[in-house]
């Protein structure tokens, strides 16, 4: 996380655990959840990330990589799985913390 007040990085951690970020577009593969959390995709795995503690955890692992996305709408995550050529969906509300 980057402090624009001082210019510095106040927490810097890499996060393999989940497999490799999907696509190259940062904006593409993060979005902010309705319950302000930070929602990620990873190509094995959408995890979560609390914005106050940096904490990260696996929200769910779809069985399939993913390989685009994110669209957040009324509690329902979107992403895309090309090799099944297919749009898929997770419901947040099922994540139970």
Do not use: C, K, N, W
Request: glycine content about 10%; charged content about 30%.
């Amino acid at each position: 996380m980057f402090d624009p007040e001082t210019g510095e990085f106040v927490h810097d951690e890499e996060v393999t655990e989940y497999g490799d970020l999907t696509g190259g577009q940062a904006p593409r593969t993060m979005a902010l959840g309705p319950d302000g959390d930070i929602y990620v995709l990873f190509r094995d795995a959408i995890t979560r990330i609390e914005p106050r503690t940096f904490t990260h955890r696996e929200v769910a692992r779809p069985g399939v990589p993913i390989d685009a996305g994110i669209a957040i709408h009324e509690g329902r995550l979107y992403f895309v799985a090309e090799e099944s050529l297919r749009l898929f969906s997770y419901d947040l509300s099922s994540d139970h913390r």
